[in-house]
């Protein structure tokens, strides 16, 4: 635990940035780091402007993070490749990718194709030796099992999603009046 002379001298160094985002997060830091960083602010004569720069950039920051999770969705190919390479050991770098820059739904879809192929490359597998199926017959059957998983991602796992962040954001934008302002935007 810092003692507050440790604190004033720490946050003295601090951008004004630093300063107005530990008192926005308030609940992520002591009474007595926020209490500081107030004072270390007052004595810099912050200007409404600073604080609405700001301000636009953490809009900024939920927009980008709503535009990852709701519009940035894995391409047609990208599903596919994740559909029929289902492999851990080949995909895993796409997948690291996609966890390290942020894209939360890109890496949950990356995880159904990849599941889903390898549950339907089994079963069909599986349907071909109680059947004594074809190769081509049975690489047909897992070539269109692709057909109902995308049918099933865009219907109802990318819609969950949606509604999953619509419910963690709408009240705050209720409570703003900007939410049409936000969505139309998006």
């Known amino acids: 635990m810092m003692t507050a002379e440790e604190l004033k001298k720490n946050y003295s160094s601090f951008s004004t940035k630093k300063l107005l985002e530990i008192?926005?997060?308030?609940f992520d830091y002591t009474e007595l780091a926020v209490t500081i960083a107030l004072a270390?602010?007052?004595?810099?004569?912050?200007?409404?402007?600073?604080?609405?720069?700001?301000?636009?950039?953490?809009i900024e920051k939920v927009e980008s993070f709503i535009k990852r999770n709701i519009l940035d969705d894995?391409?047609?190919?990208?599903?596919?490749?994740?559909?029929?390479?289902?492999?851990?050991l080949i995909n895993f770098a796409f997948k690291q990718?996609?966890?390290?820059?942020g894209y939360?739904?890109?890496?949950?879809?990356?995880?159904?194709?990849?599941?889903?192929?390898?549950?339907?490359?089994?079963?069909?597998?599986?349907?071909?030796?109680?059947?004594?199926?074809s190769n081509w017959t049975s690489f047909a059957i897992w070539i269109f099992g692709f057909a109902?998983?995308?049918?099933?991602?865009?219907?109802?796992?990318?819609?969950?999603?949606?509604?999953r962040l619509r419910k963690r954001y709408a009240p705050r934008e209720a409570e703003d009046?900007?939410?049409?302002d936000r969505e139309n935007d998006l």
């Open 177 to 180: 009046g900007q939410s049409s």
């Open 74 to 88: 894995l391409t047609v190919l990208q599903k596919n490749l994740f559909y029929f390479v289902w492999f851990p």
């Open 97 to 101: 990718n996609f966890r390290d820059d």
């Open 104 to 133: 939360v739904l890109k890496l949950k879809q990356a995880n159904y194709y990849s599941l889903i192929g390898f549950v339907c490359f089994m079963l069909t597998g599986i349907i071909s030796g109680i059947y004594e199926l």
């Open 40 to 58: 270390e602010l007052s004595t810099r004569q912050v200007s409404e402007q600073d604080i609405k720069s700001y301000k636009d950039e953490q």
């Open 23 to 26: 008192v926005d997060n308030k």
């Open 148 to 163: 109902p998983a995308y049918a099933f991602d865009e219907t109802f796992n990318r819609q969950n999603q949606i509604k």
